[in-house]
């Protein structure tokens, strides 16, 4: 018997009144960011009427693409309980890569450049399931790696990308003029949305979410589900920094460095906790728009994009403190 | 641990389960942990000092010295925050406040301020607010250090942004200019306060209630707080003085640089959490100190130095610190690992 | 006196005014009852000895005594006042501290701090150390025990048995601040000990007795009848009995812990079958460090093993590691011939083996996934086609075994953590009986917190199962479920095998015979 056995029963007293918390909680999660979404885009509309026309429809969409792939990928990290704070300095590798890689590979530099990536996540994700190093480390390990190799392949410099090889990540299609990259975001998101629905990943994700030490002895893969994530996670951001590399025509070491926090941000003011087991791609669907029309709001109501960075520092504090289940953890660090 | 990334991880306290008999733990691993990192330290010197002429000069031990002094500074803070267990992302946010305020506070080209040194206590104090800040909603709210001083972090840089707009204030300040070029006994002044830090550093991990409070929680919480100890409070305060450090620090390279800008903190939050666990202090909390941790801002700082005179590219210094730290946590997890052991 | 108590000896309490002294403490977890009327008392400068099986609540008291958990009824009184602790720290400040088994010191701060944190007193003034003062504070601690430890030492440099003693000298240290001798809760302090320390340790509590009273917690009854004053036996949450060491014997407190034979018809002993002859799980030298040492075992078709042995004895360890769950080294493990390499659960789990874990919350499920995501989740591809799930089959498995075990839930699909213990519990076996091929099951204290009622289907459920020929390897609290339940009782003590007890139906060995080997 141990001290912390002796605590440990102070919780296991709470458990018949915290299930219906918990129930509240999982609804609350689920109803506030479609409210908080609905409202945010009510006010911009009275504020600003042709915000609902679907040209500008369009391009608040559009330019919520790069965020939405981080996002889904790094999702699934936080679905499990840890964490890739590496996926905003990996699009930025990324970036680099791809318009070293497109003089010499042309096309081929895309799936090349995203498995590059990958790797980069698998070492990630095995250093930390193998080593049992937590995520965070291990990814702010890795953000500072990336950003080193993406300085060094660049020399620090912005490389320009010329050709046509990455229109098709940039243009308008159809007769309605669709950006193209919201369709390529949209088909991701479906292969995300029909994989979580349709196999038993999802069933793993959550429960090394919940609870890790059930899933293990349950015999559910727990290292491979992990190390996926990891993956997949990685795979996202260097897709993410190829379709950067559409829009500015060039890819730079620091691109995308400043979507790390939007991304933490529209996770978990989506719904997602960030203490792991609650959270899905259509949540993040809904916060990624959060944010993306936040920002234009924001310009809307005539803020200063100076303070954006500030907004992004409050909300992700403020959504962490209501969506964390606290009852996961005993000991705050 | 978790936990609360690193608090998840079960708390390595006591005996492990399923250890009956606990024999001493051998003195030979905390004479490594302890002396370790300065044979390290020795050894780098040595193999610059082959490598390169220009390393062992005068010169040279004195740029490494003035450029290590508000690593120093950041280092012996952070300290605090590590011994809890806890880590603090908000360096680079907290620092870029700390420059503009003070840059906007002493004589500038911006505005007609002129506080002096009242401005630069203002920076630190500043500071200060941010580490209390972080420590409240830390500890308040029950979220895990590093999600709220990441967002801390972007609050800095935002203010910072926002204090900057656009206008960079240079430094019109004559006496504080002074601190950081002037020299006394072939050092410059900024590195004598960096040295007045870690002393009180020392000072106050040995003597107050802060320190050793601080490695209690850090070395088992649940038995700190079991013990009457609020740890909440403490908690909270080491941020706070970790905050103050830092917003120092950022008073530091605004007058080395003679301006503020948002960008004085960058890669320092790293660098920072490099030495300190290259130094000795862990991440898991309870373990190392402020003399640890500036022996690894030494490491830190020779190693960017010696790769810069043998011709590194200057750009591959995050990432060797990156390469460094998650080797330095993993040779430590290494032997920890268990089958069910869950760490997020 | 509680006139519930059978008074062994009818030692009436002289005139002295206890210095603690419990009447009536109740206490309900969710569904089971921990405390059900404990009463005692412990005089000044005695030692009084407190036993009881697993289970019998001792635990639950000592929490309540030092305020890590309140009573739901009852009193608690010290040196005549009614108390309420909170916590210890303040119950340490009423005079009243705990020797831990699993230590409470912080390991990487002084001796001398462990002493006196969070009571530090003149030795920290305005939040500054002053070291001397603190040394010297703590030697006399120390030196009330006549130990020769160094105040400035590393806690976690000490061995086991000299931190054992800072945490005595901790408790101490409430004498200078309640002005009164304090009591001092010593919870199975020897179980870790070897002989020498054993004989250290009670030679200071000799020590103790002239300065504190002494509650000595353990399973071992030689060393209880050895040092104590006064016993009291614990049985199913109260106390049973009052004895004087010299006028009890090892194998009357034994049979006042186990109570009279309850064996009811519920464990539906003619319900077993004999095993089989074919041996299917066969065990050679599994060691797991520092806990087992060179088990063998062999277990049959249709067998039940059950495990006996106290906290430490090393039989979770055993169970865990054949489970994958604990890393192990072995001369040979084979299933049906076949050597069994269980790297984690998953593989074992490929190898036909289950596992019901005693921690059921922590180990056993997922509370936020439903009954049905529970009950599939090891066998998952049993209701995939391809990568694809096929959630009609999934509901039709479901809804097949919450019949089959009468889970009662308002639908498949209802969150696991919003069911009853009973009804979580036999989803959790389901997941494991879902599958045709299971060969060996291992369940750790399966009926832990049910109530009667579920405790009799999981019996029945375990029985049915030996029909089918699984074979079982059993864990649980009480002996007399344990050999109801086994064929063979496999009977531990200190990492190894100290016994092999055969269990046939009708001819049940007496529990106190497998009692004799454990402790």
């Known amino acids: 018997m141990s001290v912390t056995d002796k605590t440990g029963a102070f919780s296991r007293l709470g458990d018949g009144p915290r299930l219906t918390q918990s129930a509240r909680r999982q609804l609350l999660l689920t109803v506030m960011p479609v409210i908080v979404l609905a409202a945010l885009v009510a006010a ?24 939405m792939i981080l996002a889904s990928g790094a999702m699934l990290v936080i679905l499990v309980g840890g964490i890739d704070l590496s996926v905003a300095s990996l699009a930025s590798m990324a970036s680099v890569l791809v318009a070293l890689w497109i003089p010499a590979l042309g096309g081929w530099a895309v799936p090349v450049v995203i498995i590059v990536c990958a790797l980069a996540g698998l070492l990630q994700g095995a250093i930390h399931v193998v080593a049992q190093v937590p995520s965070f480390l291990v990814t702010l390990g890795g953000l500072a790696v990336w950003s080193g190799v993406a300085l060094l392949a660049s020399g620090a410099s912005t490389i320009p990308v010329s050709g046509t090889t990455l229109d098709w990540t940039f243009t308008r299609v159809g007769a309605w003029n669709v950006p193209s990259a919201v369709l390529i975001a949209a088909a991701l998101v479906a292969v995300f949305a029909l994989v979580l629905a349709f196999t038993p990943v999802r069933r793993w994700l959550i429960s090394i979410g919940s609870s890790e030490p059930a899933a293990l002895m349950a015999g559910a893969p727990v290292t491979q589900t992990k190390i996926a994530a990891f993956v997949v996670s990685a795979a996202c951001a260097g897709f993410a920094g190829i379709m950067l590399v559409g829009r500015t025509f060039s890819g730079a070491p620091t691109l995308a460095d400043s979507l790390l926090l939007p991304v ?7 719904g997602t906790a960030i203490t792991g087991g609650f959270g899905g791609i259509g949540r993040t669907i809904v916060g990624v728009l959060i944010i993306t029309v936040l920002r234009v709001g924001l310009s809307v109501a005539g803020v200063d994009s100076s303070y954006e960075q500030i907004f992004y520092g409050v909300l992700v504090i403020a959504a962490v403190a209501m969506t964390i289940d606290r009852s996961k953890l005993p000991f705050v660090k | 641990m978790a936990p609360a990334r690193l608090g998840l991880a079960p708390p390595e306290t006591g005996r492990a389960p399923g250890s009956p008999r606990p024999s001493r733990r051998p003195d030979r691993a905390t004479i490594l942990a302890d002396f370790g990192p300065l044979g390290a330290l020795v050894l780098l010197c040595l193999l610059f000092g082959f490598l390169s002429p ?28 590590l011994l809890l267990g806890a880590i603090d992302l908000s360096i680079e946010g907290v ?4 420059a503009l305020s003070v840059a906007l506070l002493v004589a500038n080209s911006r505005n007609d301020l002129d506080f002096g040194f009242m401005g630069v206590l203002a920076a630190v104090a500043i500071g200060a607010g941010f580490g209390l800040a972080s420590g409240l909603l830390s500890t308040g709210l029950k979220i895990p250090s590093f999600m709220t001083t990441l967002g801390m972090s972007a609050i800095g840089i935002g203010i910072a942004t926002v204090l900057f707009g656009g206008v960079q204030p240079a430094l019109r300040s004559p006496e504080l200019a002074e601190w950081a070029s002037g020299q006394w006994f072939g050092l410059t002044r900024l590195t004598y306060v960096a040295v007045a830090v870690v002393l009180i550093g020392i000072l106050v991990q ?33 941020f706070t003085f970790a905050g103050a450090t830092y917003g120092l620090a950022g008073v530091m390279v605004t007058t080395q640089l003679g301006s503020g800008i948002v960008q004085a903190g960058v890669g320092q939050n790293f660098a920072a959490i490099t030495a300190a666990v290259v130094g000795g202090t862990l991440l898991s909390g309870g373990r190392g100190g402020v003399l640890h941790s500036i022996v690894g801002v030494l490491i830190v700082t020779v190693l960017v130095n010696g790769l810069v005179l043998i011709g590194v590219s200057p750009y591959v210094q995050g990432a060797v610190q990156g390469v460094i730290v998650v080797a330095a946590v993993v040779i430590t997890a290494w032997p920890l690992r268990k089958r069910l052991r869950v760490v997020k | 006196m509680n006139p519930d108590i059978e008074t062994v000896e009818a030692e009436q309490s002289p005139g002295v005014p206890p210095v603690l002294a419990v009447r009536d403490l109740r206490k309900r977890f969710a569904e089971t009852t921990a405390l059900d009327g404990v009463t005692f008392e412990v005089r000044p400068h005695e030692v009084v000895g407190l036993i009881g099986e697993n289970g019998a609540g001792k635990s639950t008291l000592l929490k309540m005594l030092v305020g890590l ?15 309420k602790m909170r916590g210890i720290a303040q119950a340490g400040a009423a005079g009243i501290g705990m020797v831990f088994q699993e230590q409470s010191l912080i390991p990487n701060l002084t001796v001398a701090e462990n002493i006196l944190l969070g009571a530090e007193g003149p030795a920290v003034v305005g939040g500054l150390y002053r070291w001397r003062e603190l040394r010297r504070r703590a030697q006399v601690q120390l030196d009330k025990i006549g130990s020769e430890i160094s105040v400035d030492a590393l806690t976690e440099s000490l061995s086991f048995a000299d931190r054992q003693l800072v945490e005595v000298a901790k408790v101490l240290a409430t004498e200078e601040r309640t002005n009164a001798e304090p009591v001092v809760l010593l919870d199975e302090p020897t179980s870790v000990l070897d002989r020498d320390e054993t004989e250290v340790l009670f030679a200071q509590i000799e020590r103790l007795r002239t300065r504190a009273s002494v509650v000595f917690v353990s399973h071992r009854l030689d060393e209880v009848l050895r040092v104590s004053d006064r016993v009291y036996v614990l049985r199913n949450g109260r106390t049973v009995a009052e004895c004087v060491p010299g006028d009890v014997d090892e194998a009357t407190l034994r049979k ?3 109570g009279r034979d309850l064996a009811g018809s519920h464990y539906d002993e003619e319900r077993q079958l004999p095993a089989r002859e074919a041996v299917r799980l066969a065990v050679r030298g599994l060691t797991v460090k520092g806990v087992c040492d060179h088990i063998d075992l062999d277990l049959h078709e249709g067998e039940v093993v059950g495990i006996a042995g106290v906290q430490g004895s090393g039989r979770e360890e055993l169970c865990r590691s054949l489970f994958g769950a604990l890393a192990s080294r072995s001369e040979s493990v084979t299933m049906h011939g076949r050597p069994l390499n269980a790297r984690s659960p998953r593989a074992a789990i490929a190898s036909d083996i289950g596992y019901v874990p005693a921690e059921r919350r922590r180990e056993g499920m997922v509370g936020s996934m439903s009954v049905a995501e529970n009950i599939t989740l090891p066998h998952i591809s049993e209701v995939c086609a391809g990568p694809l799930l096929q959630r009609r089959k999934e509901r039709a498995l479901a809804e097949e075994w919450i019949e089959r075990l009468r889970i009662r839930t308002p639908s498949a699909s209802a969150q696991l ?3 009853s213990g009973g009804n979580q519990q036999k989803a959790v076996l389901a997941r494991w009986l879902v599958s045709d091929s299971l060969r060996l099951l291992i369940l750790d204290h399966p009926t832990r917190g049910l109530d009667v009622g579920a405790k009799t289907e999981v019996y029945q459920l375990i029985r049915d199962l030996t029909a089918d020929g699984v074979s079982v390897l059993l864990m649980a609290d009480s002996l007399e479920e344990l050999i109801a339940m086994s064929h063979r009782v496999l009977v531990m003590k200190d990492g190894r095998v100290a016994e092999i007890i055969d269990a046939p139906a009708g001819a049940k060995p007496a529990p106190l015979r497998v009692l004799e080997g454990m402790v």
Do not use: C, H
């Open chain 1, 44 to 67: 911009i509309a009275i504020a600003n009427p042709n915000f609902l026309r679907a040209s500008s429809i369009w391009t608040v969409l559009d330019s919520a693409v790069p965020l």
């Open chain 1, 264 to 270: 933490v941000a529209a996770i978990v003011v989506g």
């Open chain 2, 54 to 81: 220009q390393f062992a000069t005068w010169g040279n031990v004195r740029n490494v010295l003035d450029s290590a002094s508000v690593l120093a500074v950041i280092a012996v803070g952070l300290t605090f925050v």
């Open chain 2, 95 to 98: 620092m870029a406040t700390a």
């Open chain 2, 206 to 238: 040995r003597y107050t209630r802060l320190g050793r409070y601080a490695r209690a929680i850090g070395g088992a919480e649940e038995l700190a707080l079991l013990s009457g100890i609020p740890v909440r409070r403490y908690k909270t305060l080491a």
């Open chain 3, 69 to 83: 958990a309140r009573p739901d009824s009852g009193t608690i009184e010290l040196r005549g006042r009614r108390v």
């Open chain 3, 256 to 258: 006042l812990m186990i």
């Open chain 3, 417 to 419: 953590g919003s069911l």
